[in-house]
């Protein structure tokens, strides 16, 4: 997603709805990316990767989707729950597959009981 | 240790003073990764250790900061002369493997640096 300044763009579902974030990644040479959840207080929690020689990938509750014609990424979360309500960020390689990661600007995630 | 560890938890520092932040990544991990994170954006990349060599320190914002892993396991990020606009949660992160197949790391906590 994107934002201004330091207001992170907002998604609010319901608990047992599902849930779709998206991100606009930069670099077109990128081959790797990944989705991390971070709560407050904590550092980054691991979700689900993708390379790019894929379009799709599924996790447990989780599923990513890569569009490299649009540089576009987005996880879809299946029957949210409360636990999921965190800042999530996608992250690119870059040019370099150095393990260096390039992160977005985040999303939060409220979910409503 | 089970996860990637980092103190202080949080530290205060006057405006001039210097800093150090520590880091124990998960035992045996060779690749170690410092992350900084301002209020409300993403983690941006400082430095990488690959076991004692730094690798690639090149988000490093100032010659102000400076990191060391001499002994290829705990590294220490030094930030000298601290100013205001470092403030910030400085993250740690480590993995198993090295460079291209080390995505997915796991991240400490952090440590939240508050310069006064």
């Known amino acids: 997603g994107e934002s201004v300044g330091l207001h992170l763009p907002t998604l609010s579902v319901q608990e047992g709805d599902n849930s779709i974030i998206n991100c606009a990644y930069s670099n077109s040479a990128s081959d790797y990316f990944i989705w991390y959840k971070q709560e407050s207080g904590k550092g980054p929690q691991f979700i689900i990767d993708i390379r790019s020689n894929m379009d799709k990938r599924q996790g447990q509750r989780v599923t990513v989707l890569l569009n490299k014609t649009v540089k576009h990424l987005s996880l879809q979360i299946a029957a949210t729950q409360p636990g999921d309500s965190a800042v999530y960020f996608c992250?690119?390689?870059?040019?370099?597959?150095?393990?260096?990661?390039?992160f977005g600007q985040g999303t939060t995630l409220q979910v409503k009981p | 240790g089970a996860g990637v560890s980092q103190s202080p938890r949080y530290k205060v520092a006057k405006r001039g003073q210097d800093v150090a932040l520590r880091c124990d990544p998960i035992?045996?991990?060779?690749?170690l990764f410092w992350y900084q994170q301002a209020l409300g954006q993403g983690p941006e990349f400082l430095t990488y250790f690959q076991n004692e060599a730094q690798l690639d320190k090149s988000g490093l914002p100032s010659d102000r900061f400076f990191a060391e892993r001499p002994e290829g396991s705990v590294s220490t990020l030094k930030i000298q002369r601290t100013q205001q606009e470092d403030s910030a949660v400085y993250l740690c992160?480590?993995?198993?493997?090295?460079?291209?197949?080390?995505?997915?790391?796991?991240f400490g906590s952090g440590t939240r640096l508050t310069v006064v």
């Open positions: 992160a480590s993995s198993a493997r090295t460079g291209g197949d080390s995505y997915g790391y796991t």
């Open positions: 035992s045996g991990h060779v690749s």
């Open positions: 992250a690119e390689s870059g040019s370099g597959n150095t393990g260096k990661l390039i």
